[in-house]
DNA sequence: CAACTAACTTGCATATTGCAAGTGATATTT
DNA sequence: AAATATCACTTGCAATATGCAAGTTAGTTG
């Protein structure tokens, strides 16, 4: 089970460590999905439009699990299914998503339209405030439904 | 040359594109070293502690100049050694790395002092103008010599 | 010009990923 | 109740990426 077969710490930097935990291709899409996509089982990331394997999808989540960003619990109106949620941790990390997003609409070419990036930009706090209040009431109707398409106030 | 050889992109989300540009590893080690640390030439990088191989530092910054996001020049005063340097699309990656740095703080055992930390977070706009400042004025000293050890306004 | 150094390459063993197919535990349909 | 479907994974295997040690090349120093 290569789950934390590598205690390997490279430095005491704490961006080498958060890296670490989440620096790949595929975990920080995972928690996009789950901070503002409103997703919430497996098979809803697998069909969340990046095209993830389901073996690395389910390495991904047990990672992440393990290191206290994301808790599951099984759904009660079907026991198949499991739910995964952002942990505190986890929601701490909405700045360091948001710089992300406002950096890759500005240098690359993405589907995000310009207004709704440049309002992005003036209020990065009411945008955290709203991500973070949406976590606590577990209010999973999507911030950014795929891409480019914000619903902030009023549309 | 395993360079620009996959050009699928996954999807239209500005954190699935910058991801596809830095999403690993090593290139954001490489980008904080260019950042904080004063680092220039690929000695440097190989030498940073991280314990990057050769083969991958190579391969990194030959990507992450393609991407535009770093740029190198031969030093005058020595025809051997190579220069690299943040582009202005590089150095706006400060916020992310920011972040990043704030979240592993808080969030993992780190060698940072947590007295400094939370000067960070209180000073967010400072330290990012600071670390503008210095890139703009090629000012190469580190902001951060080694993890945990800042120099900020007066130490 | 001989030794040295910086910046890479190359070769090869190992680890990680992508893809297709399969499994087992519920749920739903007939 | 039996058959079928769904969900969350596993497994096997080929392709890709990484880690490590050992070159190679070009410019520099003595």
New binding site residues.
Partial sequence: M?LK??PKRRSGCPVSISLEKFG???SLLIIRDLMVRGL???????ESGE????????????KLEAAGIIC?E??E????????RLTKKGIDLAPVMLELLIWGARHEQTGAHCAIMAKMEENRAAILAEVRRRWQERDSTPLIPKFGDLNLGRT
Wanted: zero cysteines; a positive charge; aromatic letters at 12%.
């Fill in positions: 290569p077969s590598k790949d291709r595929w919430r089982t497996f098979k809803e990331f697998q095209g993830i394997a389901t073996n690395i999808l389910a390495d991904r989540l047990k599951s099984v759904e109106t079907d026991g198949r299914r499991m739910n995964y």
